[in-house]
């Protein structure tokens, strides 16, 4: 399979030893997109990004400019706030692009401020990124020093504020609302909508909560135009994406590419297949929270619309290769291990249902389960599924139900043997909990 | 009103509700637990889900939360849908997962919201094999006990001790299955509403621990509506008794005094009921066994047959019914209200401010509405809980005004708490020292009475022009003083509180001129003010003379009757004990062996609020009736009942020395004095019945009804007769149990429902789910105001507070345990009672030489007693606090200067 090669835009010098700097930064046009944007009016930065059709990076894949324009403009002050806790299992895009190419984010806040009218932008990372966020701050601190934050940007009259926030390393914190409790200094559990963070977000004012890699497309958006957007890569899937490859292959990594590429493009392609002597056994093509895919789906175009054609969500675009030597009932209950520990505690369904599915998978996998587990799996993930109070509850059965609905057969064969049939020396002896 | 569908037949439901709401004032079984009326909707349990439906042609619908989504006209939804049905007994199964099936020997069984909910959710079986997680349990303190394994993680107890109470002590921990409800370590609750845990609750995380040393089932007990005793506020509770010990006293839903809460004075003050001070047979000085009540009767009764001058001495804190026939047997020129010169003086103040206003008293609910409060010299956290409770809630109605705007319903608890973040409406606090309200005062001021009176007459000027303006310089600034005017200029329903608790005048009449000037601006004011006892405001009404005076009339060897008082308390020691001396016979008629009753020469055992019906008047000028909940052994009965035999023995009262039953005093009372007309018609009538029968007391599962005194007697005694009340003391006669048929709101005994076990039962008692009780709510207002209102108060406004050199200016201070008598008896009241003290600031600390927890020696005119010394950074220079009612603390008068300085052993 050739390697396809195209420009990079997102991460395009992150080998380079000094590409996290002012400097580099400038010598390589940045702070122009910002320049340009000044010289416009908001509505015309909302209208340009919502022409080039970018959607949120985070996961959603919602429309960014629609976003910015549900920010209600009649109350002061606004924020954007730029969700960084990246803890997706498989996900690994944003921590690249705030520690390699810090700026391009800077600048898609100072820009998304100047866009909905706030003044403010908080960047919200992750607990984990401690060494991120020194980078993040460096940049910052930069970009006052250079004008590019602070008062009066460039002479424009705007003025900008970029804080940085860690977490305290809930996975939770990174749904939209719980993070918003999480900056305010709440616990990091989510919030009932409506009212949406447009209308009532960041300390009850209207905000914008945007993932780091949907805020480094805007000035690529602003800079490059939204012709040139929207001609790479699907309609309505436009401008470049970054995938992260995890997993069985050879090459793991994280990789730039228009969403035109398809998985088999991004698995057999830029990250060499799977390893020697192995066959491709599943893809999870979007982080753990999402459906999987079999081999014979390969050629799936890896676009949010493309990978929910085939049944499954583009997501963070987390793709987790699993080869032939990989335990289905295990991944289940590995994944379950991390969401019911990460479970914020609010809603019953979640709070209950992931500590019980987990211990269920759990004695399958140690070899005492009974069939009748499996109905109870199917039984309770019914009753998680679209019932909790934000989207958390979904992603944790994902993994029992679409295991489950492929390879029933594997969590039988536990169930008659008692024991695990698949056995792989890769694997750790005993999970342990994310502190 | 609004039409909605509700499996496919039609309501009409009041605007503004959500699912939740309408379905349960419409009367169906929609299982809940992270949702409360006072506390709004959080949408996290998921227990109340229902299938919602666009149109009449969708079939399809979705489930949605009931909590979470308004009833909005042509909302259509199924409660019976089996898809939804099925997600409930889920999440029912859910809670049973790590729930222990210790309901035998749980506290909270038969009386459990979860118990409830999963029969509703019909989840019967487990399919859960696991092991069930565990908590370490923290000691909460004396009031409240924790079993954290029975956690559901409904969040309500920290959403009513945080964001309802304002306690910063108690929270959330940790994640998943594992969130933890408590405090940071072991230690007692700071909030003093910490035992509303108890009820609001589920399940049996949080119960009642003095019920724990005495325990009976809910269905065991048998129980009364009654009245706190323990201050003004006037709160409604439910009683309960077995084996003729009181067990515990519970919240009684009234939408227009306390709603859903209690303060813990008020929960656990009851203990003074059961113990060992009782006095439960008459005592005649100089014999060491009990006296026949025929014998202490005649005893008693003989020196007053002769018509000598009697002098009786009533009590704030005894019914009107027991206050009104001690009048009786002595007339009223010899009655004295039982308070001393001051606070007779003050509270009378009080009443004529109500009864001539021009505004009216305020409710606890009004209290709770209001938009714009000014607090002038009242601790209200300390003298009347309650209030300081409802005012936390008022500082939400401005800033609700923003939610609504961005159309979130009141409803929404974490839209609106998310949109109002730490936005306050303008409540401000002018006390002498910090209190527990100023977290949420938009400004507070601290200064000596007299400058806080001051601060009062300059906001009244700001008002109205025609109040006299403070000269001097003033103890706030001018621009607050304007910010406060404007505040409550502008509201809606502007509150003043007062009180009468720092004995000054100057600040009641401040107070006074405040209302004053906003009734003349044409604003809808109200007037709250704070009286010391559950009955001041009774006694006040009834006229008669104070302390001092009954001294007065009182001729040297005439018969003195002291009727539930204790006279040191009330004007020390030593005038006590000169009015004693000069007394011939001393005849105390009271339930609890105080230093007075030590020194009678006859002791009649008197009833306490739960062993006889009487009537109260609280702050508001609110009457109402607190029923018997048990016949107490030994010779009690009420204070009325005694005082009547002693009309009968000495001949004297006229037609009261026929009284028979409780109905026949408040007729009396009603006739004798107009204020008084409505007394009668408090509760019903001891004659009342429904479908023929009384009330039970019991409930219908009470257990061992015949075998219950076996060990006494195997015959099944005679159940008592209850003259004085349409209640029944056996479960034969109606069970309370709504709808169609509910007691008069007056008379429920106590709140149940089929299926609903728990307190959340009083939502089929209700008009409306969080509304008054069907028939209004209990309690008739016996005092308005007159129109168009009396002028306002002549006079100028006090000269500023000069602080001495040598003296202090001793104030009172209040603490809510251990400052009030009875309540101060109970053992976990006690536990947390403060050392009598006395408090300076910093630098009065250091001019008397003084180190805090070290001790003082305070002498005034009224003599010299030693106190702890404590810190209180916040008192103005030159004042000092003295703490009131406590333990070891002597009576003095305050306010009133004093010496400072440290006991020997400080030197």
């Known amino acids: 399979m ?434 | 009103m609004a039409t909605i569908f509700i499996d496919q037949r039609s309501y009409d439901v009041p605007d503004g509700m959500n699912l939740l709401d309408a379905s349960l004032t419409l009367g169906f079984n929609l299982p809940y637990f992270c949702w409360h009326p006072a506390l709004g909707s959080v949408g996290a349990c998921r227990q109340c889900a229902v299938k919602q439906f666009r149109d009449e042609k969708d079939m399809r619908g979705r489930l949605v939360m009931a909590c979470m989504t308004a009833a909005a006209p042509n909302t259509r939804i199924s409660i019976d849908d089996p898809d939804a049905r099925e997600f409930r007994k889920s999440v029912g199964e859910w809670l049973m997962v790590h729930h222990p099936h210790d309901c035998p020997v749980c506290d909270e069984g038969g009386e459990c919201h979860l118990q409830d909910m999963e029969v509703m959710d019909q989840q019967t079986y487990r399919r859960y094999r696991g092991l069930k997680r565990t908590f370490r349990n923290q000691d909460l303190g004396p009031f409240v006990n924790h079993e954290m394994n029975r956690c559901i993680q409904c969040y309500r107890c920290v959403r ?11 929270d959330a921990f940790f994640l998943r299955d594992r969130v933890f409800f408590g405090r940071q370590s072991d230690g007692v609750l700071e909030s ?158 009080v009443l004529r401010l109500l009864q001539e206003g021009p505004a009216p008293a305020a409710s606890l609910h009004d209290a709770a509405q209001a938009d714009a409060v000014l607090v002038l010299g009242e601790d209200v956290t300390n003298t009347a809980p309650m209030l300081a409770l409802a005012l936390r809630q008022s500082v939400r109605q401005q800033p609700m005004k923003a939610a609504a705007a961005l159309r979130i319903p009141a409803w929404d608890d974490t839209a609106v708490r998310n949109a109002l973040q730490d936005e306050r409406g303008p409540l401000y606090i002018a006390t002498v020292a910090a209190t527990p309200l100023d977290d949420v005062a938009a400004a507070t001021m601290h200064a000596a009475p007299d400058d806080l009176a001051r601060i009062g007459c300059a906001i009244a000027h700001a008002l109205d022009q025609a109040a006299p303006s403070p000269r001097g310089a003033l103890a706030a600034d001018a621009a607050l003083v304007g910010r406060i005017a404007g505040a409550l200029r502008a509201a809606e329903r502007p509150l003043v509180v007062a009180g009468v608790s720092l004995a000054s005048q100057a600040v009641l009449d401040a107070a006074a001129r405040v209302a004053h000037a906003l009734h003349a601006a044409g604003r809808p004011v109200r007037i709250a003010l704070v009286v010391p006892e559950c009955n001041s405001l009774g006694a006040a009404m009834l006229g008669g003379c104070d302390l001092d005076d009954a001294t007065a009339l009182l001729w040297p060897g005439s018969p003195l009757i002291v009727l539930e008082n204790d006279l040191p308390r009330r004007c020390g020691a030593d005038r006590a004990a000169r009015l004693f001396e000069r007394a011939g016979e001393l005849v105390v008629v009271d339930h609890t062996l105080t230093p007075t009753a030590e020194r009678a020469t006859i002791v009649l055992p008197a009833a306490t609020f739960a062993e006889g019906d009487g009537t109260y008047v609280n702050g508001e000028g609110r009457a109402q ?188 201070m209040y603490e809510i345990f251990g400052s009030e008598e009875l309540s101060a008896l109970a053992p976990s009241v006690a536990a947390l009672a403060p050392r009598a003290y006395v408090a300076l600031n910093d630098g009065d600390l250091h001019r008397a030489g003084l180190r805090e927890g070290g001790d003082a020696v305070v002498a005034s005119a009224d003599g010299t007693c030693r106190l702890q010394v404590r810190r209180v950074a916040s008192l103005p220079p030159g004042v000092a606090g003295i703490g009131v009612g406590l333990q070891g603390a002597p009576w003095m008068r305050l306010p009133d200067r004093a010496r400072i300085h440290p006991a020997e052993r400080d030197r």
Not at chain 1, 251 to 268: H, K, S
Not at chain 2, 160 to 170: E, Q, S
Not at chain 2, 701 to 723: F, I, K
Request: proline share 7%.
């Open chain 1, 2 to 435: 050739p390697v396809i090669e195209m420009e990079q835009v997102l991460i395009p010098h992150v080998r380079e030893p000094n590409s996290f700097t002012l400097d580099f930064y400038l010598a390589h046009g940045g702070y122009a997109a910002l320049k340009t944007a000044l010289g416009r009016t908001p509505d015309e930065i909302i209208e340009m990004v919502k022409a080039s059709g970018l959607r949120g990076r985070g996961g959603a894949g919602f429309p960014t400019g629609m976003k910015w324009q549900f920010v209600d403009k009649k109350i002061e002050p606004r924020y954007i706030v730029c969700n960084a806790d990246e803890s997706e299992p498989g996900t690994f895009k944003d921590h690249l692009l705030m520690e390699r190419n810090p700026h391009l984010l800077v600048e898609g806040c100072a820009i998304g401020c100047y866009a909905i009218g706030a003044r403010t932008a908080y960047i919200y990372i992750r607990g984990e990124f401690h060494h991120v966020q020194r980078h993040l701050e460096r940049a910052i601190e930069e970009a006052y020093a250079a004008g590019y934050l602070g008062r009066d940007i460039l002479g424009s009259g705007f003025d900008c504020d970029v804080f940085v926030h860690r977490g305290a390393g809930a996975y939770e914190a990174g749904e939209e609302t719980a993070l918003l409790e999480s900056l305010e200094g709440k616990r990091a559990q989510p919030r009932n909508k409506p009212p949406v963070p447009a209308v009532a977000g960041l300390y009850g004012k209207p905000s914008a909560v945007n993932n780091v890699e949907t805020l480094c497309n805007v000035p690529i958006v602003v800079s490059r135009g939204v012709e040139w957007y929207t001609s790479i890569g699907p309609e309505k899937n436009g401008g470049p994406k970054l995938y992260c490859v995890s997993g069985h292959v050879k090459r793991p990594g994280v990789y730039e590419a228009t969403m035109n590429i398809t998985l088999r493009e991004l698995v057999e392609g830029r990250a060499g297949g799977v390893r020697d002597g192995r066959t491709l056994k599943a893809v999870i093509p979007g982080g753990s929270s999402v459906p999987i895919l079999l081999p014979d789906q390969l050629d799936t175009q890896a676009s949010f619309d493309g990978v929910q054609r085939a049944g499954s969500l583009l997501g963070s675009a987390a793709i987790v290769v699993l080869d032939d030597t990989t335990c289905m009932v295990w991944l289940a209950e590995n994944l379950l291990h991390f969401y019911r520990h990460e479970s914020c505690g609010k809603c019953t369904p979640c709070r209950e249902g992931t500590d019980w599915l987990h211990k269920i998978l759990a004695r399958i996998e140690r070899g005492e389960g009974q069939m009748s587990d499996l109905d109870l799996l199917a039984s309770i993930s019914r009753n998680v599924g679209g019932k909790t109070l934000c989207a958390f509850g979904d992603a944790a059965i994902t993994p029992v139900v679409t295991t489950l609905k492929h390879f029933r057969d594997e969590y039988e064969a536990h169930v008659r043997e008692g024991r695990c049939t698949r056995p792989a020396p890769w694997r750790a002896r005993h999970l342990v909990g994310a502190h």
């Open chain 2, 160 to 170: 009513f001790y945080r964001d309802y109470a304002g306690g910063r002590d108690f």
């Open chain 2, 192 to 349: 003093p509403f910490s035992g509303n845990l108890v009820e609001v609750c589920p399940t049996g995380v949080f119960t009642d621990k003095t019920l724990k040393l005495h325990f009976t089932r809910k269905w065991d007990e048998r129980t009364a509506p009654s009245i706190c005793v323990h201050c003004a506020a006037g709160c409604n509770t439910i009683a309960g008794e077995r084996y003729g010990l009181l067990r515990r006293i519970r919240n009684r839903f009234n939408g227009e005094v306390n709603g859903y809460f209690l303060c813990d004075r008020g929960r656990y003050g009851y203990e003074f009921v059961n113990g060992p001070r009782r006095v439960r047979a008459p005592r005649i000085a100089g014999r060491a066994d009990a006296a026949a009540p025929s014998d202490a009767v005649a005893r008693a009764a003989s020196p007053l047959a002769g018509g000598s001058g009697a002098i009786g001495i009533g009590s704030p804190r005894a019914s009107l019914e027991a206050n009104f026939a001690l009048r009786a047997l002595v007339g009223p020129d010899r009655f004295c209200s039982g308070m001393g010169a001051a606070e007779h003086r003050l509270v009378s103040e």
């Open chain 2, 625 to 812: 009736r607190a029923f018997q909940v048990f016949v107490a052994g030994g010779d009690v009965q009420e204070s009325w009942r005694w005082l009547r035999d002693l009309m009968r023995a000495s001949g004297r009262g006229g037609a009261a020395a026929a009284w028979e039953t409780l109905d026949d005093v408040t007729g009396a009372l009603a006739r004798e004095l107009p204020a008084f007309a409505a007394v009668r018609d408090v509760a019903p009538p001891a004659t009342f019945r429904i479908a023929g029968t009384r009330i039970a007391r019991e409930p219908a599962r009470y257990s061992g009804r015949t075998a219950r005194d076996a060990n006494v007697t195997v015959h099944e005694p005679e159940p008592p007769g209850d003259p004085d009340s349409a209640l029944s003391f056996t479960m034969e006669g109606f069970q309370a149990q709504p709808p169609p048929a509910q007691p008069p709101s007056a008379l429920i005994p106590r709140f149940w429902a089929p299926g609903w076990n728990s307190v959340q039962s009083v939502n089929y008692y209700q008009t409306v789910v969080g509304g008054p009780l069907r028939g209004g709510d209990p309690g008739l207002r016996l005092i308005e105001p007159a129109a168009p209102g009396a002028p306002a108060a002549a006079g100028r406004a006090p000269s500023a507070f000069e602080p001495d050199d040598r003296d202090w200016l001793c104030v009172p």
